[in-house]
C-alpha cells in the first residue's frame, strides 16, 4: 500500500495553507492588541506629562511669588546686655578678654593688666571675675577657667 506522492504532496501544501491563515490571524490580532496598548499608554503618558507640566507650573509660580516677597528677616529680639560693674578695673577686665582667644584664669588676667603676681591681687581679680559670671557677663567653663559667652 503506498500513497500516492501527488496527493501526499496536495496534502502537505493544504496542511501550509493552513498553518499560513492562522499564523496571519494571530499575526492580525498581535497587531491589533499593540494598537490598542500603544493606546492606552499613549493615553496614560499624556496624562503624567500634563501633570508633571502643572507641577512644575505650580513650582515656577511659587519661586516667582517667593522671588517678589520683601526681604525683610524677622531680627532675633535684642537680649539686653548686663551691666558692667562700675570701676576701671572691669573695663580693663572686659578689654582682656576681648582680646583673648582662650579662656583665662585670674593669673592670666592680671599679667595682662601687668598687676603684681601677688595672691592679693589675683584674689581681687578671681572676685571681679566671679561677680562678672554671676552677671552674665563671662562664662566660667570650669572652676577658675573665665570667658566670653558664645552667643
Known amino acids: 500500500m503506498s500513497a500516492d506522492p501527488q496527493q501526499t504532496l496536495r496534502a502537505l501544501l493544504a496542511r501550509l495553507e493552513v498553518r499560513e491563515r492562522q499564523i496571519a490571524v494571530e499575526a492580525e490580532a498581535a497587531h491589533e492588541q499593540i494598537a490598542q496598548l500603544t493606546a492606552q499608554l499613549t493615553a496614560q503618558l499624556t ?24 526681604d525683610e528677616t524677622p531680627s532675633a529680639p535684642a537680649t539686653p546686655t548686663p551691666a558692667l560693674p562700675g570701676g576701671p578695673a572691669y573695663q580693663q577686665i572686659m578689654a582682656v578678654f576681648a582680646e583673648a582667644d582662650a579662656p583665662l584664669r585670674a593669673r592670666n588676667v592680671c599679667e595682662a593688666m601687668d598687676l603684681d603676681l601677688v595672691p592679693n591681687n589675683i584674689n581681687n581679680v578671681r572676685i571681679k571675675l566671679k561677680r562678672l559670671t554671676g552677671r552674665g557677663i563671662l562664662d566660667e567653663t570650669e572652676p577658675g577657667l573665665f570667658t566670653r559667652p558664645r552667643p
Not at 507641577?55 to 511659587?62: D, L, N, P, R, W
Open 47 to 70: 496624562a503624567l506629562l500634563d501633570r508633571l507640566a502643572q507641577a512644575a507650573e505650580h513650582i515656577t509660580i511659587t519661586r516667582k511669588t517667593l522671588l517678589e516677597l520683601p
